[in-house]
């Protein structure tokens, strides 16, 4: 199984199926199941903007309590992905069509820390 690491808060926005739309600056031929992975940084300034302060805050998250360094979408609960190129994509970019995703919250049994 492959695995990504996205930056927070984007990483929880996939896992929770609010971001469907992944970029790249590298294309992938990849189809498959695939472990989210949430980084260790946060960007907190864009968590603290809307609409993603009040899509966190719907789930439950904010800036302070957004999960680190772990995998959010653990093995055997795939993430579908396609690579297609979105309209709002930057010219360059590869768009990863991120669906599926079922996040599992940090600190409860089956979240994996790496």
Known sequence: M????????????????????????WP????????IHAGMQVDKAICKTEPYQSVLAR???T??????????????WPVAVGLRLSRRSRAG???MNMCSAIMQKAGMPGSWRG
């Not at 996205?6 to 469907?20: D, F, Y």
């Open 2 to 25: 492959k695995c990504l690491t996205i930056r927070q808060p984007w990483a929880t926005l996939i896992a929770l199926g609010e971001k469907q739309i992944e970029t790249r600056s």
């Open 28 to 35: 992938t031929s990849y189809r498959g199941d695939l472990a």
């Open 59 to 61: 789930h439950g998250y």
């Open 63 to 76: 800036a302070d309590n957004l999960p680190s360094g772990v995998i959010l979408a653990p093995a055997g």
């Open 93 to 95: 970019r590869a768009g």
